[in-house]
Every structure is written in C-alpha cells, then in structure tokens.
C-alpha cells in the first residue's frame, strides 16, 4: 500500500539527509555532451539546500559551467541516497570565500583565502530524488525484502514516501 506524505514534509526530509553528507559528487556536462562526475567536499549548506564547493577557477569543471550550469549532485552514503539537479553559479566574492574557508584547502590553495584562483561553486537545487535505508527505515526495509523475496512479491516499502520519493524544491 502506498503511503503519501506532503510535498514540504518531503522537502524537510531531503533537507536532514543533506545534512548528514560533508561530499558529493558534481556530475557536469562536457564539451562533447558527456558526463563527468567529481567528488568535492561541500564547504557549507544552507537550509533551502544550497551547497557550496571550492574549486579552482582555471579547473575542467569551471569551464564546463561556463558553457552549461545544469548539473546533478549525487550523495550517498549508510544507507541514504539524495540525487539533487539543479544549476551552479561560479561565485568569485571575497567575502563570502572568507567566511567559508577552511584550512585544508590551503594544499589546492597556498595563497590562503585571497588566493586568486580560488572560487566558489554555488549549487541551488530545483528537485531530487531520495532514498532512505538506514536506522530502523533500513531494518523495516530489510525485512520488507526478504519477505518480498520469499512471497516472490514487490516491497512495499517502494511505494511509501517516507523512505523513497521524489520532489521539487
């Protein structure tokens, strides 16, 4: 049976698994049409789900956002899974870099924060698609599967919102 919950509850729960994540994969698009994926760390989040990543601006991914800003952000991790899509802005703001820095990333970036190939990947999702297998969500789940395989029958749990779905932001 299929169990529904609102979109905004949808939408708070995407926001507590993005928090559980420090990175993620940017998935771009190159020149040629293909895709490439990329680990970064997420150097912050905000609460409507914007995430911030360091980069360097003369890097593959900074030239591919200058031709196409539509990416998809990919985290995973203990049993959640969030695929976010959505648009990245590059963000050169002194200020702003500042008040994010973080020390490890002095190895990319020896000049510190004011190290002129530093800037900022801004990426504001418009929807994603989640997944959520752990705690005790993962436990019902497990045994929702080893039922499912024993009567040979589909989980129920694929039908409930509140492990699985999908939502505009």
Request: contains cysteine; hydrophobic residues 35%; aromatic residues 8%.
């Amino acid at each position: 049976m299929a169990t529904h919950v609102s979109e905004s509850d949808k939408r708070e729960h995407v926001r507590k698994l993005i928090s559980g994540f420090d990175t993620a994969m940017l998935v771009t698009r190159t020149l040629d049409g293909a895709l490439r994926a990329r680990p970064l760390s997420i150097a912050d989040k905000s609460g409507d789900g914007t995430m911030y990543f360091s980069t360097a601006i003369e890097s593959g991914k900074v030239h591919e956002l200058e031709h196409d800003q539509h990416v998809a952000v990919v985290l995973q991790g203990s049993g959640k899974y969030v695929s976010l899509t959505g648009e990245v802005h590059i963000q050169r703001d002194r200020q702003l870099i500042e008040k994010l820095w973080s020390e490890t990333w002095r190895v990319w970036f020896p000049k510190g924060p004011t190290d002129p190939s530093l800037c900022l990947l801004v990426f504001e999702p418009h929807e994603a698609d989640y997944w959520d297998a752990a705690g005790a969500t993962g436990l019902k789940y497990f045994f929702e599967m080893a039922k499912a395989y024993v009567t040979n029958t589909r989980p129920a749990s694929d039908d409930d919102e509140r492990h699985t779905g999908h939502v505009k932001l």
